[in-house]
């Protein structure tokens, strides 16, 4: 990131001959900010211009985490000697690579004295200095325009700086997103914007000197304000300014090429028909299948070789709902997914393919309880308060197994979760959680449970706290069934006595609550279980009528026991 841009070495470009195969790049590192910074980065503080006259004192306080994206905000304000603060982090010391596909999500801020940039310097740079330890610049913007500018900085022939800079106008909003890389190997560096080459250098065989671009590197991430390049004329009216990141990812090449065709083939019309493009084994974000040549939500068939399956998403960057396509599929409309998948991963089956994302907004009101709209988080997201459930029903399991449950929730003061199937017939448990530190700091919670198949509705309680719920996601279906979910615990019917068949009324309940099954309930044990799974009544039934007036208020499972063991439950409120 130095700003002598207006010196420019000629710098001898050899193209290189086409590769033999097509680049299989697998995936070694990634940080996609969704629960958080990951420890493999360190934040650099102070100011004194970085060797670029910034103006800005950096600080560790200036980098968060809003709604699963990285946010680096600059603001105008006196701290160290500086009028300016922002963030600057790299991978020094914790990651490191030579060669590969280095890539990052971004909107960039565009503003006069603007200069977010992300870029990668050589890992001996602490014994050799700059400019001997070689930099690579991947995106650079400036100030207001539309231009993004890659370059390479090293040690010329004569041991002075050398620079070698491509550039490219950015299509659409430049505040926008988008993905900007670097294909990096022994021969050449080549940079990408949205997955479209702008520019190549050639260091096969250390020519001009490169042999320092042949080492490892570490990424940096940084918003700076003002310098040499951007100037030191500063719209002071653009302040609090963010520069986004979506992710950072980072790839290296696999030993064998993937088949040449593909292992599926995405359709733009139904029935096999309109442009088809073949897909190897990999994740397609929209950037990656936009270079490929399929356009967003413009994908209506797919054909899949035996051995593999494509996991479609309605959103970019493998987010929002998903659907598995585990063979040929002549028309998605009978699926609902006709021109919907802005992502794609394609990978060999397997046994446990069953996967479904819900958005926050798709609970269902349950009666008697309260559930809440959105609020204080934007789009995808919903709200519960201590004593509220969200509910979510009529969710199919189509096979028995081992289902990993997921979902991702943020809060200010933290507090405690418990969720369940079929109003506590299979507990999952009560998590606490601490504050997150904002409505959009959002963490993921899992849990793993054996559960037939069939039909379940799932619940999610707020025990203490406040929550923001952004989506709730199952996988697996497949495996042993765990020690911890005994066969019994999974079997909520039996012949005389069904979930259908146990009712109580009223429903909420005052002082006592009637219990009615069709093999009548005399002699059988029972248990209450309050919303964080504790049991708080157990007992045998003398009678239907089961007194619940030394309960506190809130909901509750009554869980019914047969004398083979098999049980039926079913969730009220005491009000």
């Given at each position: 990131m130095k700003s002598l841009r207006p010196l420019l070495v000629v710098f001898a470009l050899i193209v290189s001959g086409a590769n033999l195969f097509a680049?299989?790049?697998?995936?070694?590192?990634?940080?996609?900010?969704?629960?958080?910074?990951?420890?493999?980065?360190?934040?650099?503080?102070?100011?004194?211009?970085?060797?670029?006259?910034?103006?800005?004192?950096?600080?560790?306080?200036?980098?968060?985490?809003?709604?699963?994206?990285l946010v680096l905000t600059a603001k105008r304000e006196s701290f160290g000697g500086a009028n300016y603060t922002s963030v600057r982090m790299k991978t020094q010391g914790k990651k490191s690579w030579k060669y590969g596909k280095i890539e990052a999500r971004i909107a960039v801020p565009s503003f006069q004295g603007a200069w977010p940039a992300f870029w990668m310097l050589g890992d001996n740079i602490g014994s050799v200095?700059?400019?001997?330890?070689?930099?690579?610049?991947?995106?650079?913007?400036?100030?207001?325009?539309?231009?993004e500018y890659g370059t390479i900085h090293w040690a010329g022939p004569s041991g002075s700086h050398a620079e070698y800079s491509g550039n490219t106008q950015t299509n659409g909003a430049i505040t926008g997103y988008h993905t900007y890389a670097v294909?990096?190997?022994?021969?050449?560096?080549?940079?990408?914007?949205?997955?479209?080459?702008?520019?190549?250098?050639?260091?096969?065989?250390?020519?001009?000197?490169?042999?320092?671009?042949?080492?490892?590197?570490?990424?940096?991430?940084?918003?700076?304000?003002?310098?040499?390049?951007?100037?030191?004329?500063?719209?002071?009216?653009?302040?609090?300014?963010?520069?986004?990141?979506?992710?950072v990812r980072v790839y290296q090449l696999g030993a064998t090429p993937p088949p040449s065709g593909g292992v599926i083939t995405t359709y733009k019309d139904c029935n096999y028909s309109g442009a088809a493009v073949s897909l190897p084994v990999g994740n397609y974000n929209l950037a990656a299948l936009q270079s490929r040549g399929i356009a967003n939500d413009d994908i209506s068939s797919i054909r899949v070789n035996a051995g593999y399956e494509a996991v479609l998403f309605?959103?970019?960057?493998?987010?929002?709902?998903?659907?598995?396509?585990?063979?040929?599929?002549?028309?998605?409309?009978?699926?609902?997914?006709?021109?919907?998948?802005?992502?794609?991963?394609?990978?060999?089956?397997?046994?446990?393919?069953?996967?479904r994302t819900i958005e926050a907004e798709s609970y269902s009101a349950m009666a008697g309880v309260q559930t809440e709209p959105c609020s204080e988080g934007g789009s995808n997201v919903g709200y519960i308060e201590t004593g509220d459930w969200m509910a979510y029903n009529s969710i199919n399991f189509p096979?028995?197994?081992?289902?990993?449950?997921?979902?991702?929730?943020?809060?200010?003061?933290?507090?405690?979760?418990?969720?369940?199937?079929?109003?506590?017939?299979?507990?999952?448990?009560?998590?606490?959680?601490?504050?997150?530190?904002?409505?959009?700091?959002w963490t993921?919670?899992?849990?793993?449970?054996?559960?037939?198949?069939?039909?379940?509705?799932?619940?999610?309680?707020?025990a203490s706290g406040g929550w923001n719920i952004n989506w709730l996601r199952i996988s697996g279906g497949s495996g042993a069934r765990t020690s911890a979910q005994p066969a019994s615990s999974s079997s909520i019917s039996t012949t005389d006595m069904t979930e259908e068949a146990l009712e109580l009324f009223p429903n909420p309940a005052d002082a006592e609550i009637n219990v009615a099954t069709n093999a009548g309930v005399n002699g059988l044990q029972y248990?209450?279980?309050?919303?964080?799974?504790?049991?708080v009544m157990s007992g045998t039934f003398s009678s239907e009528a089961l007194a619940v007036n030394a309960l506190n208020a809130g909901i509750y499972t009554l869980v019914v026991y047969k004398e083979d063991g098999s049980k039926v439950s079913k969730r009220f409120v005491k009000q």
């Open positions: 680049q299989s790049w697998n995936l070694v590192w990634a940080d996609e900010f969704t629960n958080g910074i990951s420890g493999d980065w360190v934040f650099e503080t102070g100011a004194g211009g970085w060797g670029n006259n910034e103006l800005e004192y950096y600080r560790r306080e200036n980098a968060s985490v809003q709604n699963g994206q200095g700059w400019p001997a330890c070689g930099e690579i610049d991947i995106m650079e913007h400036i100030n207001t325009g539309n231009t294909e990096w190997d022994a021969n050449a560096i080549k940079w990408f914007v949205d997955g479209v080459k702008f520019h190549e250098a050639n260091i096969a065989g250390n020519v001009n000197s490169t042999e320092e671009l042949h080492n490892n590197f570490f990424i940096l991430l940084n918003f700076a304000i003002g310098g040499n390049w951007p100037g030191f004329g500063i719209d002071n009216n653009a302040f609090p300014a963010n520069m986004y990141v979506d992710y309605w959103d970019d960057n493998f987010s929002g709902s998903s659907l598995v396509v585990g063979g040929d599929n002549a028309c998605l409309v009978n699926n609902g997914w006709n021109d919907q998948a802005s992502s794609i991963i394609v990978r060999t089956k397997t046994t446990s393919s069953f996967s096979t028995s197994g081992n289902y990993k449950i997921e979902y991702r929730v943020a809060s200010m003061n933290g507090g405690k979760l418990s969720t369940d199937l079929n109003a506590g017939s299979i507990v999952l448990g009560a998590v606490n959680i601490p504050a997150t530190g904002g409505w959009q700091n993921t919670v899992s849990h793993t449970v054996y559960v037939n198949a069939g039909t379940y509705n799932l619940g999610v309680f707020a248990m209450v279980v309050n919303a964080i799974g504790e049991t």
